[in-house]
């Protein structure tokens, strides 16, 4: 893990700090002491401190994604589009033969990309832990690359056309089909060994109603809880799915609804189950570039939030986003929000920054440690270069941040007072090497499953070999 910051101080930003009482600072000083944020404010003091000089930059703080399957971005390179050829198809054809190192690499290579585009909290959403190797492959990356991480432990993604017998035969006795609750004996040992990590948590991701029978998800509701861990859920993604099944609603009827689950996505929940939602204080984040691109549904930011809804934006899984790209995500969460409303003010830059940040804190329990630029808060904070040709000239730096920003914009990214990009460079990461290992992985993986590499154009299904 990057060594910490000894004693920081940011000199002369712009400073968004998504802090109700703090507001929006300008030509400000930021102190950053034992990974903390020690003060914001003007004209700081700050004797021995190693000073940046960030004249001209805006300081906003990390982008926290409550909803990213890390590990699927090894499989980017051979998901299309469609039902033969998305990402439902490509994962479930070639998730059961992830080994632990492809599982350390894909997350590996997606902890990299967010970091580099300003990601400093991610909810790693690990639907693929086909043993107990896997899932500690899985926070070895997360460690190795210094990110703060909400673990949630999930059961292993399968092709929906497998049955749990192919399964086993496959995976031997890990090898669990939709039929029987996820590994607790092995939730409870991470729980366990990260319980003194101060860069990571623990939870449970459940398959629910929709994607598991009822006495798997009872029990794995329960069990959850039983441990003290908070649920995560996939939820209304489809108009499919909400024809089929109300899953807030038999929830509700059993008692599991909680403000310890957090859904993905309910871009078409029935009235009632909004109302559900809202009563029982249930956080949802939505995941624009993924949901448009499999042609899910508009993200509803307005029609959630009027409803007392928390509402924040993820990005899914970035085999299917295409790029570790929050600035995009906010412009395209926030256009489509105003589209629907007709009111091109209805969601403002400032509001869907929140949304990117502080919001994804509180849906992951994090808010009074990260998700703003509070003094007393861990210093997860980005810097984004202003003397670009796509950003010049800035007048409102919300503005310039939601509409005009990109990655490759951001300078420096702090996270617990670590700096893991520093002068618009990686400072842990051989970027060259990790996409060398990359795309041998993802090609070894398909030789390993019998799966035809996809060449160009190929209009094929590109299926066993």
């Not at 670590?418 to 090497?433: Q, Y």
Request: glycine share 10%; proline share 6%; aromatic share 4%.
């Amino acid at each position: 893990m990057p060594s910490p910051s000894d004693h920081l101080l940011i000199r002369g930003v712009s400073a968004l700090t998504a802090d109700d009482r703090l507001g929006d600072l300008d030509n400000t000083d930021i102190e950053v002491r034992d990974g903390e944020i020690a003060a914001i404010g003007p004209g700081l003091d700050a004797p021995g401190a190693r000073v940046l000089d960030a004249t001209g930059m805006i300081a906003i703080p990390g982008f926290v994604d409550p909803h990213w399957h890390l590990w699927g971005t090894l499989l980017r390179g051979v998901v299309g589009d469609g039902p033969k050829n998305g990402w439902f198809a490509r994962k479930g054809r070639l998730a059961p033969y992830f080994t632990p190192e492809d599982t350390h690499l894909g997350v590996r290579l997606a902890a990299a990309e967010g970091i580099a585009a300003g990601v400093t909290t991610v909810h790693d959403w690990a639907h693929n832990v086909l043993g107990p190797e896997h899932a500690d492959a899985d926070l070895r990356a997360l460690r190795e690359l210094g990110l703060r991480a909400h673990y949630s432990y999930g059961a292993p993604s399968a092709h929906p056309s497998m049955s749990a017998e192919e399964m086993r035969r496959l995976m031997g006795d890990r090898g669990k089909g939709f039929d029987e609750a996820m590994d607790f004996a092995d939730v409870r040992r991470l729980r366990d060994a990260c319980a003194a990590d101060p860069l990571i948590s623990v939870g449970v991701n459940v398959r629910g109603p929709a994607r598991s029978a009822r006495e798997v998800y009872l029990s794995e509701f329960r069990q959850a809880r039983d441990l003290g861990l908070p649920l995560a859920m996939h939820c209304a993604g489809t108009r499919a799915e909400v024809e089929r099944i109300h899953q807030v609603a038999l929830l509700d009827a059993d008692g599991l609804l909680g403000s310890d689950l957090l859904l993905a996505h309910c871009l078409h929940l029935p009235e009632a189950d909004l109302a559900r939602v809202a009563e029982h204080g249930i956080p949802v984040t939505v995941s624009p570039l993924s949901e448009l691109r499999l042609a899910m549904g508009l993200p509803p930011l307005v029609r959630l939030r009027e409803a007392g809804v928390g509402v924040s934006l993820s990005l899914d899984t970035t085999a299917i986003a295409a790029a570790a790209d929050p600035f995009q995500a906010m412009r395209v969460a926030l256009g489509l929000a105003n589209v629907e409303a007709g009111d091109a003010e209805a969601v403002t830059p400032r509001d869907i920054l929140r949304a990117a940040t502080i919001e994804g804190a509180r849906a992951l329990g994090l808010a009074g440690t990260t998700g703003s630029l509070t003094p007393g808060k861990r210093a997860d904070l980005v810097l984004i270069r202003t003397d670009r040709l796509n950003l010049a000239p800035v007048a409102d730096p919300a503005v310039a941040v939601v509409h005009s920003a990109q990655p490759a914009d951001v300078d420096t990214v702090l996270v617990d007072g670590r700096v893991l990009k520093s002068g618009g460079r990686l400072t842990g990461v051989d970027e060259a090497a990790l996409v060398a290992e990359a795309d041998l992985a993802l090609r070894e993986l398909c030789a390993r499953a019998g799966f035809a590499w996809p060449g160009p154009y190929r209009k094929s299904e590109g299926g066993a070999a």
